[in-house]
């Protein structure tokens, strides 16, 4: 029998990679690993989940069952991958080994943890995937206040959510404005100031130190001092590529592993999609860039070698009560901030040296110049 393609993770980047291979090619084999329950999902709409009354159960659109029928294809739940032998063409699930053709690493990132001290740390929620979804839902059934650790975008969209969910919302965050890296501080401002008119409070400049349980509530301890009594703690500090298994195979792994435009890693036959890799030196946490790599890939595996492009990819940040949309700029472009507009409306133009636009955070009104702002975007990856 031929070894089939495997594809580790059934995410966005697994499961489309495996619709867009199903779609070029009905017969090659194609098996799934995930350890996870394989439901797929959305990951985006985790964030929308209590504004519009989702539930785990109504955010899953289809078994890990119903995804094999549909991509006729073997799907392995709740098995996890732990080790790569590359050399040998195969993969370890504990004990047993799995021989590849061709095996694509789209196992994700994971969320970062901060070490609190007190008796509650364990009650901190990361929310990362649809089965920490589900546990966060049953732990707030019935409770009223959150404490968000972290005002990156997803503290930020969880904090929007949250709110329009009814609950009350504390965010406690070590800089001094919301989304540091993805935004100057004018913008910053305007989604801070939407933010409190729903009723979220910031707490900027410090961190949660420890965590108590008093009762059925908790109390957190704030480095500057202060202390906030919560129900629930939810984690938002950031992620990371999971990158440990490709290293110990001996993989090139940078932030993400190392890919090359037809994300390629450094063994042969070995690729990796998603938000594991960095492809060319870019690791892209967001859905678009993922989508780009599946369609490359797909041909790739199917004896077509295409490299990856990415055009200009603005993200539109799920804060409707400060609308936002941000194109960042390039880690490396050289330029400078110009900023016009007030109060919730904020036009912020990321302009070079010669006059070009080379990124922009779009908030409120402003938004509505993107369409024409992005025609003029240099591509991410050209
Ligand atoms: P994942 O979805 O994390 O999938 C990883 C898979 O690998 C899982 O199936 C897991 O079980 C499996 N796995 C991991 N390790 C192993 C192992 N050792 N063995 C077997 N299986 C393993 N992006 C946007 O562009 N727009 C948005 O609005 C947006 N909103 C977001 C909101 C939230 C709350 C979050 C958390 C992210 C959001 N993102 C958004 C980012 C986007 O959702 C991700 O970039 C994307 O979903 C990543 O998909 P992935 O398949 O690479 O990883």
Redesign the pocket.
Known sequence: MTAPIVI???????YNLARELRKLDGDIPLLL????D?RSY???M??TGFAMNKDAESLGMASAGAMAAQLKAEIRTH????RLEPAAQRIWLGNEPVVYRDLVI????QTLRVPLAGDAADAVHP???LLDYGHFRAAAQGRKRVLIMGAG??GC??ANDLRLGGYEVDVVAPAEQLMPGLLPPQPAAAVRQGLEALGARFHLGTVVERLDRHGDALSAQLADGRRLDCDLVVSAVG?RP?TE?AAQAGLAVARGIAVDRQLRTSAPHVYA????AEVDGLNL????P?MSGVRALARTLLGTPTEVSYGPMP????TPACPLVVSPPAADAAGRWVVEGQGADIKALYLGADGKLLGYALTGAAVQDKLALNRQLPPVLA
Do not use: H, Q
């Open positions: 580790i993770g059934t995410g966005l980047a697994g690993i995930t350890r996870d394989g959305s990951k985006p985790l964030s098995t996890e991958v732990t789209a196992w994700g990132a929310i990362n995937d975008l997803i969209e969880f992620l999971r298994l999609l998603g938000d594991c946490l967001y859905v678009m993922l993200v539109t940040v799920k």
